[in-house]
């Protein structure tokens, strides 16, 4: 049996020491599969049925699936829901920032690079991998220190920049938690799946620099309260199950 207790203090402590921590089955493999059903579900699964974005980054060479948490409820509520889980993890106070769905092609590669100031505490999840195989994530050993030091986008690495780099092999449902923000990152090796999904989410310090990327600075819109109205008198409508 796996002690989820001994994982979460080993995640911890390798976080605190090196930036970087390898979550295994961070989702359980039947929750990442079922969490890239209802995204095949919900945007569709061919390019002229897709209702994400049909999009190329900018460290991708091809257009991919992707989609951006604010345009789905539910990609919005994933991600908000793993705060707890990532506050855990990391000692701090966060909030969540933004996440994407993105469905690389065979060949694909993601240009080494850094984040934007909102991937402060970032986590990049596989969901599912169409022939198997493992798809490694390329993490930086020490820190890229970004000439955008304000980090108001994500930044491509200058040529002849060399980091040790090491490659973190990640099977469905397993996620690296890091500092988006100063590990460099990417897939440098082309994609040998037909296709490979996965998630990447995004959070911040409520109280560091960085704070004013909560919600990706949408909070106007959806930090506000609700209200709920009931009739005066109960009509016969249908009863809870
Ligand atoms: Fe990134």
Same mark, same amino acid.
């Given at each position: 049996?796996?002690?989820?207790?001994?994982?979460?203090? =080993?995640?911890?402590?390798?976080?605190?020491?090196? &930036?970087?921590?390898?979550?295994?089955?961070?989702?359980?493999?039947?929750?990442?599969?079922?969490?890239?059903?209802?995204?095949? =579900?919900?945007?569709? %699964?061919?390019?002229?049925?897709?209702?994400?974005?049909?999009?190329?980054?900018?460290?991708?060479?091809?257009?991919?699936?992707? /989609?951006?948490?604010?345009? +789905? @409820?539910?990609?919005a509520t994933?991600l908000w829901t793993?705060t @707890?889980?990532?506050?855990?993890?990391? &000692?701090?106070?966060?909030?969540p920032?933004?996440?994407?769905?993105? $469905?690389?092609?065979? *060949?694909?590669?993601?240009?080494?690079?850094?984040?934007?100031?909102?991937?402060?505490?970032?986590?990049?999840? =596989?969901?599912?991998? +169409?022939?198997?195989?493992?798809?490694?994530?390329?993490?930086?050993?020490? %820190?890229?220190?970004?000439?955008?030091?304000?980090? +108001?986008?994500?930044? !491509?690495?200058?040529? &002849? =920049?060399?980091?040790?780099?090491?490659?973190?092999?990640?099977?469905? &449902?397993?996620?690296?938690?890091?500092?988006?923000?100063?590990?460099?990152?990417?897939?440098?090796?082309? /994609?040998? %799946?037909?296709?490979?999904?996965?998630?990447?989410? !995004?959070? $911040?310090?409520?109280? *560091?620099?960085?704070?004013?990327?909560?919600?990706?600075?949408?909070?106007?819109?959806?930090?506000?309260? +609700?209200?709920?109205?009931?009739?005066?008198? !109960?009509?016969?409508?249908?009863?809870?199950?």
């Amino acid at each position: 049996m796996y002690d989820r207790l001994k994982q979460l203090e =080993t995640l911890r402590a390798s976080f605190e020491q090196q &930036g970087w921590a390898y979550a295994h089955q961070m989702f359980p493999p039947e929750v990442a599969m079922a969490t890239l059903r209802m995204f095949e =579900t919900e945007l569709g %699964n061919s390019r002229e049925a897709y209702e994400g974005i049909w999009g190329k980054g900018p460290f991708t060479e091809n257009f991919c699936f992707e /989609n951006y948490a604010y345009r +789905s @409820p539910f990609h919005a509520t994933i991600l908000w829901t793993l705060t @707890p889980y990532m506050q855990a993890m990391t &000692g701090k106070e966060l909030l969540p920032t933004t996440s994407y769905f993105r $469905v690389y092609r065979k *060949g694909d590669v993601c240009k080494l690079h850094v984040d934007r100031a909102a991937a402060e505490y970032a986590i990049s999840l =596989t969901l599912a991998y +169409s022939d198997n195989i493992a798809w490694p994530l390329w993490l930086s050993e020490g %820190n890229f220190e970004s000439e955008n030091s304000n980090h +108001s986008a994500a930044a !491509d690495i200058p040529e &002849g =920049t060399q980091l040790p780099m090491l490659k973190v092999p990640m099977l469905p &449902g397993d996620a690296v938690i890091y500092d988006g923000v100063r590990k460099l990152h990417g897939r440098a090796e082309p /994609n040998p %799946n037909e296709w490979s999904a996965h998630l990447f989410f !995004d959070f $911040v310090d409520r109280h *560091g620099p960085y704070a004013e990327h909560a919600f990706d600075r949408r909070g106007d819109i959806f930090v506000q309260p +609700s209200s709920f109205e009931f009739p005066d008198v !109960d009509g016969p409508k249908e009863k809870a199950s």
